[in-house]
């Protein structure tokens, strides 16, 4: 495994809530804090690295609902659709798909709020905005899994 192989790895768990948390990562690697930093600014300028973000559990902050809609749009109209529905703080995830036979819907948002209520006006609000007039909202009734990508 290569050194920028081992830094990945080693930022996918859970980072330490500590004032110098990658000196702690570093110092498990073996490496001092400025190589490790060093090594993590060229994985992103080299756009491997995007960001480092915290992952607040929705459920604990009391949002208990959300649900994936999936919205007819126009191929010309994906672009200004996602651009707006990823400004919404409602909307997670964002994606244009392909449409099938039957399923003409190749845009999807991921919805969440605090009840179903709130998910619905939200889903309104983003029809009204985008002018969007045919959509789908499949409200999540059970989570099996969530977990972040492992790549090494």
């Known amino acids: 495994m290569t050194l920028e192989q081992s830094i990945v790895r080693a930022l996918q768990g859970d980072i330490p809530l500590e004032p ?28 491997v690295l995007r960001c480092i973000r915290a992952i607040v559990s929705h459920r604990r902050a009391g949002y208990s609902a959300n649900a994936m809609v999936a919205w007819k749009v126009p191929g010309i109209r994906a672009l200004s659709f996602g651009k707006t529905a990823s400004a919404s703080p409602a909307v997670s ?41 045919e959509y789908k909202v499949l409200e999540s009734l059970r989570e099996f899994k969530k977990t972040s990508m492992v790549y090494y």
């Open 20 to 47: 110098a948390p990658f000196r702690k990562i570093a110092a498990v690697l073996g490496l001092s804090e400025e190589k490790f930093l060093g090594v993590m600014d060229k994985l992103k300028r080299r756009g």
């Open 93 to 133: 995830h964002c994606y244009q798909r392909l449409t099938r036979p039957g399923w003409p819907y190749s845009l999807y948002t991921m919805v969440h709020g605090r009840s179903r209520a709130e998910i619905l006006k939200v889903v309104a609000g983003l029809a009204k905005k985008t002018g969007a007039k």
